[in-house]
């Protein structure tokens, strides 16, 4: 059972404009989620996190999005830069001490 | 600082033999945890260690064991490997317990024949 979903495998975005990552989770315990990038033959590293206390949260060019009635996350990317192209994984964890809880990862391509 | 190591980078095994994976912490960090990435599964949490005891388990069969040391490094061992165990194996490594301080390693790519 997926608890964590990221149902777009890919996306492709022009350069300067806007990418958003989507992801949806099911278990309602979950109350602190993650944003990890991750490029080939390197580990994932850490973007963004957001507890269920806010429903936003930016750090430069990346926002994360929280809506907790529809158990819904978003990144986005403004703008959006060649270097950002990876896979990005939202995670999910009960409490920030609890194991974490992977999406299966959206590969953002961002072309010229 | 030197950042997550793993060792080896690359494996080649065959089915029904086992497999022992390294992973050197950063400086300090006493948390480890492994994950499993295969295509389609994204991670998927194995264990995680703290100061030498394991405080988590995820959902993978007893064929999946780790440890911990006291200087923090950890192995994690794979025994009677299946063709399904094919996988990159990370480990993260953090000071503490929160999840958002964790450092990945680069990951060793296991090949089960």
């Known amino acids: 059972d997926q608890q964590v979903k990221q149902n777009s495998p890919s996306l492709s975005v022009q350069e300067g404009r806007i990418s958003i990552l989507n992801c949806d989770y099911t278990n309602s315990m979950f109350d602190y989620f993650l944003w990890y990038k991750k490029y080939p033959a390197e580990g994932p590293t850490f973007l963004i996190s957001i507890s269920s206390i806010k429903d936003k949260n930016e750090d430069g060019r990346f926002t994360v999005f929280l809506n907790k009635s529809a158990k819904h996350l978003s990144l986005h990317i403004v703008p959006s830069q060649p270097g950002d192209s990876a896979v990005y994984f939202c995670a999910a964890s009960a409490g920030n001490t609890d194991k974490l809880i992977f999406g299966t990862g959206t590969r953002l391509q961002v072309f010229p | 600082k030197a950042g997550v190591t793993q060792t080896p980078r690359y494996l080649i095994k065959t089915r029904g033999q086992q497999v022992t994976l390294s992973c050197s912490p950063i400086?300090?960090?006493?948390?480890v945890s492994w994950y499993q990435q295969t295509p389609g599964q994204g991670l998927q949490f194995l264990f995680e260690y703290f100061s030498e005891t394991q405080r988590n388990k995820g959902n993978f069969p007893g064929r999946f064991s780790g440890r911990q040391f006291s200087n923090s490094r950890s192995e994690m061992n794979v025994s009677t490997l299946e063709l399904g165990d094919s996988a990159l194996y990370l480990c993260?490594?953090?000071?503490?317990?929160?999840?958002?301080?964790?450092?990945f390693g680069p990951g060793t790519r296991l090949t089960v024949l």
């Open positions: 993260a490594s953090s000071w503490g317990l929160e999840v958002n301080e964790q450092f």
């Open positions: 400086s300090g960090h006493r948390s």
